[in-house]
């Protein structure tokens, strides 16, 4: 599935309600399933991370569209390279740890 | 561009570090997005915005490779309509506001 796809399916689903509800608010519930998703990957509960990753992302695209941003175009930065030194494999001396 | 390819990409790019990592030290490098995705949008910054989201994505899409994990399978649950109430238009009754 394209991110663009994914992105107009949710858009589909839930955005009568979530350009409604705004982007501060729809952060909100954002954060809580960045919050399920770091309980799924403590626990090592492999079965549920695998869904909490999916509603991370389905959330991260909702606020997306929330904020009029096009996430398969927003992506095009790391197409050509690592933002940060342009290479294919990065080799930035930062985030090592 | 797909899902599997930026997450693909996203493999090529970082994984060896990535896997060095471990996904707790990963998700404080993931968090630190977010926390950047929330001030762009407090700011209206609407420029930086689509690069936060796109920083966000590449991270979680990190996280997921990290964790073993095929973001484009997982999101299959909404393929179908809402994972809550089964519809292409969600009509659930939770979080509405």
Redesign the interface.
Same mark, same amino acid.
């Given at each position: 599935?394209?991110?663009r796809e &994914?992105q107009h !399916?949710?858009d $589909?689903?839930?955005s009568? $309600?979530d350009r409604q $509800?705004g982007?501060?608010?729809t &952060?909100l519930?954002f954060?809580e399933e960045?919050g399920e998703l770091?309980s799924a990957?403590?626990r090592k509960d492999n079965r549920n991370?695998?869904?909490e &990753? %999916?509603d991370?992302? =389905?959330w !991260?695209v909702t /606020? =997306?569209n929330v904020?009029g941003?096009? !996430?398969?175009? %927003?992506?095009s930065?790391?197409?050509d390279?690592?933002p940060g030194c342009g290479?294919?494999?990065?080799r930035c001396e930062e985030? /090592?740890?």
């Amino acid at each position: 599935m394209h991110i663009r796809e &994914f992105q107009h !399916l949710i858009d $589909r689903m839930y955005s009568q $309600r979530d350009r409604q $509800r705004g982007p501060a608010k729809t &952060f909100l519930w954002f954060a809580e399933e960045v919050g399920e998703l770091a309980s799924a990957i403590a626990r090592k509960d492999n079965r549920n991370t695998a869904q909490e &990753f %999916a509603d991370v992302f =389905a959330w !991260l695209v909702t /606020l =997306a569209n929330v904020e009029g941003v096009d !996430l398969e175009a %927003a992506v095009s930065k790391y197409a050509d390279g690592c933002p940060g030194c342009g290479e294919m494999v990065c080799r930035c001396e930062e985030k /090592l740890t």
